[in-house]
């Protein structure tokens, strides 16, 4: 199964000579993993993204990843099949709110 996991990009780099080709290291609840963030040009170290396989595919708001997040922990096996098995060592991740 493949998903599109939320996580907060902590580090952005790119090369000095090809800006365009933008990466960065995503935390997803204490688990980091390089991305490519070059199909979010926008997003900048703070921000949110949804991840499909080492791809920043879109940018999302804190309270969009809390609820994708939720999602994903309830399907079992979900983050160690898309993070590897270390994920299953993370804490609780972002807060999920009431609306």
């Known amino acids: 199964m493949c998903l599109g996991i939320p996580g907060r990009i902590v580090e952005v780099r790119a090369p000095a ?5 933008r990466t960065g290291v995503v935390d997803f ?5 390089p991305v490519c963030l070059v199909y979010t ?5 703070g921000d949110y993204v949804i991840v499909h396989v080492g791809f920043a595919i879109s940018r999302v708001d804190e309270e969009e990843a809390a609820r994708t997040l939720a ?7 979900a983050l160690a099949a898309e993070l590897g098995p270390d994920a299953l060592a993370a804490g609780p991740g ?6």
């Open 41 to 45: 040009p926008e997003a900048e170290a």
């Open 29 to 33: 609840d204490g688990i980091r993993r």
């Open 94 to 99: 972002p807060e999920v709110r009431d609306g």
């Open 71 to 77: 999602v994903v922990r309830a399907i079992p096996d």
């Open 17 to 21: 000579d090809r800006p365009d080709l």
